[in-house]
């Protein structure tokens, strides 16, 4: 297990740019969802978890802008949080203008993402008068909508001339055809304009020469244009009488070409010799607007991203084919190889390209927790400078590997964990002197694989909680709070929503918004949260997630006529072992001597109540695992083998079963259980 250690304040310098990619793809998505969900909300009678779904928008918005340092994205989500608290809260009665205030502090927002996304290139996007309205809305004056910011994705246009008739020059192109493109897309957008040839579609200089009304700006044109063809090859000039006909043409007057633009100097309106036409704009303004044009393109995908449901698709048919390739290996290992040596050298070449192909869709979703880890020291650093703290930040297990689909949804609770560890736990550094601590306090942050499950803490040595604050806060709040409560109900008392033990509304901390949405998003997933605190010395806070590998190795064991299997990963080692070396303490449990060390002794024919049917008692074979720090002598009858096995969820297709986490098909067809160590050594311990 890894270990690295960050100073809040000072030290180490990390790069955040490698997150800035999927952190605007989020924050679009997000403020995507608050539009619709604006335009979508009836004003007069509006749904309660709309206004939540629409506040945790923009709260997820700010985390993520705080995080990396966007401070104008993190103050306009700021304000349209308190706005929206109220609302969510029935504070405030929402009005017709803070929905247009909102959907315009939406289309702010995707300016200011589009800068920091370009680099800071851009038109400045001027905020205050936005921010007076909402706070001035967040007050109880329902105020006008200030005026609409600008859109983000298109272009401001440089000028906007009246309509107007233009020469439009394509070429020389190798291929003059290629021309009929610029015509296409010209004709695809509405309301820009005409376009017609005016050349009779004669092309023997390779040029291409249409009339053009319009009263879009030439810059803008030449911006369209320059998606097809390069841009020293489009050109844009004033159109005469009696100029832009092809040689021969009726009443073409006679020609005497201008070298380089095919003009006619006898034609009305001719330039004069050494003129320049109105061409493709100089270096300096060509810059700026090829900037535009590439920040109005779709930038090139390094990425592809696809649906959980796809890759989980994707993931179910390889584990189908598996399960094919394990029954056709149990098949052919009753015939005799000599006779049929084609069939077992390619059931042997199926076996490695099933486990390759098994390993390649599995690295699909598997990433390492560095990825998440990563984005906090920034963030630590940041809230304990804001709040006068000192904060070690210590990460441990961060090359465990964890479910991609996990991790985005995993990211932005840990993230409220972490700053309520800093926040709410760590004391200033003069309280924390005066109890005997050192000056800084110690986040912590591990990631671990436990058995069938998946486990990250937060731990802090700060305050912990209180057990009389939370209680007399929830009293506060009209909750059912007895003094027989035990201590695991109170502390998950801090779950309810809206509930907050903070004295003063921050962007920090305050609203009641936090670990209700860390329950939500970790019971979505199946999983659950624990924490352990002690008042003066700190607090856990435990989240642990179910499974999610689809397929994973295996030990497969006997226990009579059951068929069991094991997580490798767990699995230390096994040995045949004699009766009489097991000895019970406390007239029920029972322990074994391994290498000098007693461990717990776990029959499984007796935690699954196995029926055995006049078979003499088993548990010749100890198999020692290891699990949440903690490890265990399992007693089973005989050792199977070691193969792939795919996970089934249990639960969508039956029940949760204490002491297991899933379900596999082995290569006969017969269904066996996967055990969960973590909870049978629990079980052990209690």
Not at 46 to 55: H, V
Not at 154 to 161: D, G, K, R, V, Y
Not at 469 to 494: C, F, H, Q, Y
């Amino acid at each position: 297990m890894s270990e690295s250690t960050s100073h809040a304040g000072g030290g180490d310098t990390f790069d955040l740019s490698q997150f800035y990619q999927v952190f605007f793809e989020e924050a679009g998505e997000n403020l995507e969802l608050m539009e619709q969900q604006l335009l979508a909300i009836d004003v007069d009678a509006p749904d309660g978890e709309a206004l939540n779904s629409i506040f945790r928008c923009a709260h997820s918005v700010k985390g993520g802008a705080a995080t990396f340092g966007f401070k104008d994205v993190a103050e306009l989500t700021h304000q349209m949080e308190t706005l929206l608290d109220k609302l969510r809260r029935n504070e405030l009665v929402l009005a017709a203008p803070m929905v247009d205030v909102l959907l315009q502090a939406g289309d702010a927002l995707k300016a200011l993402l589009g800068r920091h996304q370009n680099g800071g290139e851009g038109e400045v996007v001027d905020t205050t008068e936005l921010l007076d309205a909402i706070r001035a809305m967040a007050h109880g004056q329902v105020a006008p909508a200030p005026a609409a910011a600008p859109a983000p994705a298109t272009s401001a246009p440089l000028a906007a001339p009246a309509t107007r008739t233009l020469e439009l020059r394509v070429g020389p192109l190798d291929n003059p055809a290629t021309a009929q493109d610029v015509v296409d897309v010209f004709a695809e957008i509405d309301g820009l304009g005409t376009i017609e040839p005016i050349d009779g579609g004669e092309a023997a200089d390779g040029m291409r020469r249409f009339k053009v009304t319009t009263d879009s700006s030439d810059e803008d044109l030449i911006d369209l244009f320059s998606f097809h063809v390069s841009r020293e090859h489009v050109s844009l000039l004033p159109l005469g009488p009696g100029y832009g006909f092809h040689a021969g043409a009726p009443g073409a007057p006679a020609q005497t070409a201008h070298a380089g633009f095919g003009f006619f100097d006898s034609a009305p309106g001719a330039p004069a010799a050494g003129a320049t036409p109105v061409a493709a704009a100089a270096p300096k303004a060509e810059s700026r607007t090829s900037r535009t044009a590439a920040a109005a393109a779709p930038a090139e995908a390094t990425t592809l991203r696809v649906s959980v449901e796809r890759v989980d698709q994707l993931i179910n048919l390889v584990g189908e084919l598996v399960i094919t390739q394990a029954m056709l290996a149990q098949t052919s290992a009753k015939v005799d190889p000599a006779l049929y040596q084609q069939l077992a050298a390619g059931l042997a070449d199926l076996n490695r390209n099933t486990r390759n192909l098994q390993e390649s869709v599995m690295s699909i979703r598997m990433i390492p927790m560095s990825v998440v880890f990563n984005r906090f020291p920034r963030m630590l650093r940041d809230l304990a400078a804001k709040l006068d703290k000192k904060v070690e930040f210590v990460t441990e297990g961060e090359a465990t590997e964890l479910d991609k689909g996990l991790v985005e949804k995993i990211t932005d609770p840990l993230t409220h964990l972490v700053r309520n560890s800093c926040d709410h736990g760590i004391e200033l550094p003069a309280e924390r002197l005066a109890k005997g601590k050192a000056a800084a306090g110690t986040v912590t942050l591990t990631a671990s694989h436990q058995g069938g499950s998946i486990v990250i803490e937060v731990r802090d040595d700060g305050k912990g909680l209180s057990r009389p604050k939370l209680l007399t806060k929830a009293r506060e709040r009209g909750m059912d709070a007895p003094d027989s409560m035990t201590d695991g109900e109170v502390w998950n008392l801090i779950f309810a929503p809206g509930f907050s033990t903070a004295e003063v509304v921050t962007d920090v901390s305050g609203r009641g918004v936090g670990m209700d949405v860390v329950m939500k998003n970790i019971t979505a997933l199946g999983g659950r949260v624990e924490i352990e605190s002690a008042e003066g010395f700190g607090m856990v806070v435990r989240v642990r997630l179910p499974l999610t590998l689809a397929i994973m190795d295996g030990m497969s064991v006997a226990v009579a006529s059951e068929c069991y299997v094991l997580p490798l990963s767990s699995v230390v080692e096994s040995f045949q072992i004699q009766p009489d070396t097991i000895r019970t303490i406390g007239g029920s449990g029972r322990v074994v001597q391994v290498r000098g060390e007693y461990m717990p002794v776990i029959a499984l024919d007796e935690v699954f109540d196995v029926p055995r049917f006049g078979q003499a008692g088993g548990g010749a074979v100890v198999v020692v695992v290891e699990a949440e720090g903690h490890r265990a002598a399992l007693l089973v009858d005989e050792l199977l083998g070691q193969q792939q096995v795919v996970v089934k969820n249990l639960e969508s297709n039956y029940r949760r079963v204490a002491g297991v986490s899933g379900a596999t098909i082995m290569g006969d067809g017969h269904v066996a259980l996967i055990l969960d160590v973590g909870a049978l050594a629990r079980r052990s311990r209690h």
